[in-house]
């Protein structure tokens, strides 16, 4: 365990939780009440989270990092006193997490445990406040808890400092090279831009803008990384196991005529076919050991998003044992990282990324949500996603990846990324 880690766990003395029913109606878009600083957001069509403040925070680093962050949150359960008067996915004690893709990475991995939950699911909605004082208190009350957020301010203008694409593409070729070498049957390979606003970036203007153009996303907010991933990595919920995974992509082109024939050409393309067989595989072979039973489509579905198209398949399962399952960051951290974002074989792809890449992906493609006190949560791929400078809030690092297989290429593969850099770039506004 890091001693960072040590110390903010050591230090919970009573983790003082409460969470009462609110009518729907008076929480309205969850999104709307995230404060303009560090908000914490997981939203999908309406239902999810939002949060505020800092009850606890732990830091972790490492290979060891999501087992550390494990015993960090129990740890603070041990010592929790829970009033929950609702009882849904996402009541009671909640953390927000974010991990590093790359075991070495900097970055290394986060999970904030907020003092004021907003939540939505269907037609329940509820507060939950956190508290580390000496009794628990009252309980919360909209009037307290959902105030009226200050005018959101625009970014300004957003100017791109690079890398060109060009740059990208001679990575791609090495990757390319790669695979027909027979180092891997497959890398992932990560692309980032520079960008700087004119303003301070409010945070809530992007995220409203991902909100509102992806709701078929899981729209995201952790600890200044921030995006809409179409990708969930791990959803745990009373046993039950769902991971929804995609690989092979062509970008829509507006025309509805035309974008259905590009479906058509996507779920019958050998290349993308074979990207996507490759990613789920690396799910269904990392869930089989906990789960008594797994149902994997025989083939993919087409699913259309504004800007892109996918091949997407839903791998689900039923966890073994009656009493005691792996919690959902247990699983995400068997599953990542998976062909999809990575590669195959597994360890191959990604010495070829460390080699070929040249950067540090940071929390880019590694896992990104929350997790409840019984374990059961949702964990997203960091994807489409950017990270804010934290030593300067008008600077932002945007993401996008491309699956590198023999028959890729690099021109295409670099229109590939400039499609999935289009949501952050246009949720900024620029």
């Not at 603070?76 to 009882?87: C, F, K, N, P």
């Not at 995006?227 to 969930?232: F, N, V, Y």
Request: charged share 25%.
């Amino acid at each position: 365990m890091s001693a960072t880690l040590f110390a903010a766990s050591a230090a919970v003395a009573h983790l003082l939780v409460r969470t009462v029913a609110v009518d729907p109606a008076e929480v309205g878009e969850l999104v709307d009440l995230a404060p303009p600083e560090a908000p914490l957001l997981w939203v999908r069509r309406g239902d999810g989270l939002v949060a505020w403040g800092e009850a606890l925070r732990f830091e972790v680093s490492g290979p060891t990092r999501f087992a550390d962050a494990e015993r960090a949150w129990q740890r603070a359960l041990d010592h929790a006193i829970v009033r929950d008067e609702v009882r849904l996915p996402g009541t009671g004690p909640v953390a927000f997490g974010s991990f590093a893709f790359d075991d070495t990475s900097a970055r290394g991995g986060v999970v904030v445990v907020p003092r004021v939950v907003v939540g939505r699911r269907g037609d329940r909605a509820w507060i939950t406040t956190v508290s580390t004082d000496a009794r628990l208190g009252a309980a919360p009350t909209p009037a307290r808890v959902l105030r009226r957020q200050p005018p959101v301010a625009a970014p300004g203008v957003v100017v791109d400092e690079g890398p060109p694409p060009a740059a990208w593409g001679a990575v791609v070729a090495r990757g390319i090279a790669a695979v027909r070498e027979g180092e891997v049957d497959k890398v992932v390979l990560a692309r980032d831009v520079h960008v700087r606003t004119e303003q301070p970036l409010d945070l809530r203007w992007p995220l409203r803008r991902l909100v509102a153009e992806y709701p078929s996303c899981w729209t995201f907010s952790v600890d200044g990384l921030l995006g809409a991933t179409p990708e969930l990595l791990v959803r745990s919920e009373k046993g039950l196991v769902t991971s929804r995974v995609l690989a092979g992509t062509i970008r829509r082109t507006g025309d509805e005529a035309a974008d259905l024939a590009r479906a058509a050409i996507l779920a019958h393309s050998s290349k993308d076919l074979e990207e996507h067989e490759y990613a789920v595989a690396s799910v269904a072979q990392a869930i089989a050991p906990s789960c008594s039973s797994i149902n994997v489509p025989e083939a993919p579905f087409v699913l259309h998003l504004p800007n892109v198209l996918h091949l997407a398949s839903d791998v689900t399962g039923v966890l073994a044992g009656r009493e005691r399952h792996p919690t959902s960051l247990a699983l995400a951290a068997a599953l990542h990282p998976t062909a999809a974002v990575c590669g195959t074989p597994t360890s191959a792809a990604r010495e070829v990324i460390r080699r070929v890449e040249g950067m540090d992906r940071g929390r880019y493609a590694g896992p990104v949500g929350w997790f409840g006190a019984d374990g059961d949560g949702e964990w997203g791929i960091a994807l489409r996603s950017a990270e804010v400078d934290p030593g300067d809030p008008r600077r932002l690092r945007l993401f996008a990846g491309c699956g590198i297989v023999g028959a890729s290429d690099p021109a295409a593969e670099v229109a590939e990324s400039e499609a999935k850099l289009e949501p952050m770039r246009h949720a900024l506004g620029s």
